[in-house]
Nanobody, 120 residues
C-alpha cells in the first residue's frame, strides 16, 4: 500500500504565507510526477502546481509568482510554498503523485486533503 499524508494547512490572513507538505510512504519503487490540486466549495478540482521527477514545474496562471512547488526525492516529499495569499485561494488542497509501487504497478495516488482558509 502507498499513502500520501498532507500537513501545513490552516487559517491565514490575506497577504500571509503557508507551506504545505505531502509525504509519500509505503510500497514505493519510484515516484514520477507530483503535484497539488485544490477544490473550493461549489467548484471543480483544479491543478495548482506540478513537478516532475527531474524538477520541471508548471503552475496555474492564478498562482504564478506567488506559489512555489518543490520536492525532496530522498524524503519522498513534495512541498507547496504559498505566499501573498488571497481569499480566493481558500480551498481544500490535495497532493497527488504518480507512483510505481513494488508490485510494478503504476497508479495516481491522492492525499486526504488539507484545508486552507484565507480570511481576515
Amino acid at each position: 500500500q502507498v499513502q500520501l499524508e498532507e500537513s501545513g494547512g490552516g487559517l491565514v490572513q490575506p497577504g500571509g504565507s503557508l507551506r504545505l507538505s505531502c509525504a509519500a510512504s509505503g510500497s514505493i519503487f519510484t515516484i514520477y510526477d507530483m503535484g497539488w490540486h485544490r477544490q473550493a466549495p461549489g467548484k471543480e478540482r483544479e491543478l495548482v502546481a506540478a513537478i516532475s521527477s527531474g524538477g520541471s514545474t508548471n503552475y496555474a496562471d492564478s498562482v504564478k509568482g506567488r506559489f512555489t512547488i518543490s520536492r525532496d526525492n530522498a524524503k519522498n516529499t513534495v512541498y507547496l510554498q504559498m505566499n501573498s495569499l488571497k481569499p480566493e485561494d481558500t480551498a481544500v488542497y490535495y497532493c497527488n503523485a504518480k507512483i510505481l509501487n513494488t508490485d510494478w504497478r503504476s497508479y495516481d495516488y491522492w492525499g486526504q486533503g488539507t484545508q486552507v482558509t484565507v480570511s481576515s
